[in-house]
Antibody, heavy 116, light 107 residues
Framework: EVQLVQSGAEVRKPGESLKISCKTS????????IGWVRQMPGKGLEWMGF????????RYSPSFQGQVTLSVDKSITTAYLQWSSLKASDTAMYYC?????????WGQGALVTVSS | EIVLTQSPDFQSVTPKEKVTITCRAS??????LHWYQQKPDQSPKLLIK???QSLSGVPSRFSGRRSGTNFTLTINSLEAEDAATYYC?????????FGGGTKVEIK
């Protein structure tokens, strides 16, 4: 069974750094792109970017280029999303998802709250 | 970046009615258009892939169609459990993009 299990909710202050994780299992990790999706409170889904675990090839949506960093650790089949300096506007639910084009499998989401 | 224009934004529907949601792509994406259902406090769930391919476990009342760069999701005979927000997503070019979503409310 394919599973994507995300790390828990986080509360940070503006300017702080953060790295959240997406632990995968049940499929060959290097086979599919892993995408990250933001959902701000009461809003729709936004693509942040994709990473291909086999070679760490990464594509960012223009809105998120330079704002976040995607990475993977193949040894533990885990993908990461990180910020070096959070803003209040980064408060949102973040999902990881994977599939061969369509996103068949999703994590449960990680709520990030940025507040002073 | 490919833009997906989804309509309507909101629809209030009586059970057993038919619902049609459209998604228009700003350029050709072939059939690389997929539909998701998101219920409150849940992760999105894939409903239809590649414009019209149904998925195991998804009720047969959900169907998808493509006409050029216009795509439709149809829910025949709406049930109460279908109250959710529906999103289209294109995977023709990376990274993908989502439509703005259509919230379906049950009257």
């Amino acid at each position: 069974e394919v599973q994507l299990v995300q790390s828990g909710a986080e509360v940070r202050k503006p300017g702080e750094s953060l790295k959240i994780s997406c632990k995968t299992s049940g499929y060959i990790f290097t086979t599919y792109w892993i995408g990250w999706v933001r959902q701000m409170p009461g809003k729709g889904l936004e693509w942040m970017g994709f990473i291909f675990p086999r070679d760490s090839d990464t594509r960012y949506s223009p809105s998120f280029q330079g704002q976040v960093t995607l990475s993977v650790d193949k040894s533990i089949t885990t993908a990461y999303l990180q910020w070096s300096s959070l803003k209040a506007s980064d408060t949102a639910m973040y999902y990881c998802a994977t599939g061969d084009g369509p996103l068949d499998f999703w994590g449960q989401g990680a709520l990030v709250t940025v507040s002073s | 970046e490919i833009v997906l224009t989804q309509s309507p934004d909101f629809q209030s529907v009586t059970p057993k009615e038919k619902v049609t949601i459209t998604c228009r792509a700003s350029q050709s994406i072939g059939s690389n258009l997929h539909w998701y259902q998101q219920k409150p406090d849940q992760s999105p769930k894939l409903l239809i892939k590649s414009a019209s391919q149904s998925l195991s476990g998804v009720p047969s009342r959900f169907s998808g169609r493509r006409s050029g760069t216009n795509f439709t999701l149809t829910i025949n005979s709406l049930e109460a459990e279908d109250a959710a927000t529906y999103y289209c997503h294109q995977s023709s070019t990376l990274p993908g993009t989502f439509g703005g979503g259509t919230k379906v409310e049950i009257k």
